[in-house]
Each structure stands twice: as structure tokens, then as C-alpha cells.
């Protein structure tokens, strides 16, 4: 399948999760990102995620940022392949953004809280 046809159907559950970080690109933005190859995309059938990479002095991490549609394939299939491609590039660590809702669901997978992020609105 091309990048537009995935990039199609799964830009509802991308949106929903821009919804959810509070709107602080569009759409476009994102794939104009991860055409540029400034992000990472990973389709499923029946979700997808967005990851850019971060570099520290002390480290390389994957920073999973936007992520939607079902759970399963989420924690199953497309984690392991974005895993998978952090350690290629060089990544010491896996860090999502995200609702508490991800912390109870990645936990068995390897995930625990490093710190909370906190927000007001100006």
C-alpha cells in the first residue's frame, strides 16, 4: 500500500490523538513531518503511531507521540516495529506521550513512569 493510502485511513485515529495532545500541530503538519522524515509512521490495519527521534548528550530515544485506533495491534505489532527501529538508530529508550490510560496499558510491556508532564492553559 502507498504512504497516501495509509495515510488516509489513518489519519481519524492521528487526528484524535492530535485532539488529545492538544492540538499543537494539524494533520498536515504531521505528514509534511514524516514525509520530510523529521517522524516516523507506522500504519496497522486498524491503528498507527507517530514517533520522532530526541538527542541528548547522554542519549538517543524514540519519543512515541501520537498513537490511535485499536489497543491490541497498538501494543502487539506496531511497538515492537517502532522498537525495533529505535534500536537500529541508535535509541537507549522508548518514551510515549500520553494519557494515564497508556502507563496502565504498556505496563506489562516494559513501560513505568519516569516523570509526569503537567499543563496550563495561558
Do not use: N, Y
Request: net charge neutral; hydrophobic share 50%; charged share 25%.
Amino acid at each position: 500500500m502507498s504512504f497516501e493510502a495509509d495515510w488516509a485511513r489513518c489519519a481519524p485515529w492521528i487526528d484524535a490523538a492530535l485532539a488529545h495532545a492538544g492540538r499543537t500541530h494539524g494533520l498536515s503538519d504531521v505528514k509534511a513531518m514524516i514525509l520530510a522524515g523529521d517522524a516516523g509512521f507506522w500504519p496497522g490495519r486498524g491503528a498507527a503511531l507517530v514517533a520522532t527521534t530526541e538527542d541528548d548528550p547522554g542519549e538517543r530515544r524514540l519519543l512515541i507521540w501520537l498513537a490511535g485506533g485499536e489497543l491490541s495491534e497498538l501494543r502487539t505489532e506496531l511497538l515492537p516495529q517502532a522498537e525495533a527501529w529505535a534500536r537500529a538508530c541508535g535509541c537507549r529508550r522508548v518514551l510515549i506521550i500520553g494519557r494515564p490510560g497508556w502507563e496502565r496499558a504498556l505496563k506489562r510491556h516494559g513501560f513505568a513512569p519516569l516523570a509526569r508532564l503537567i499543563a496550563k492553559e495561558l
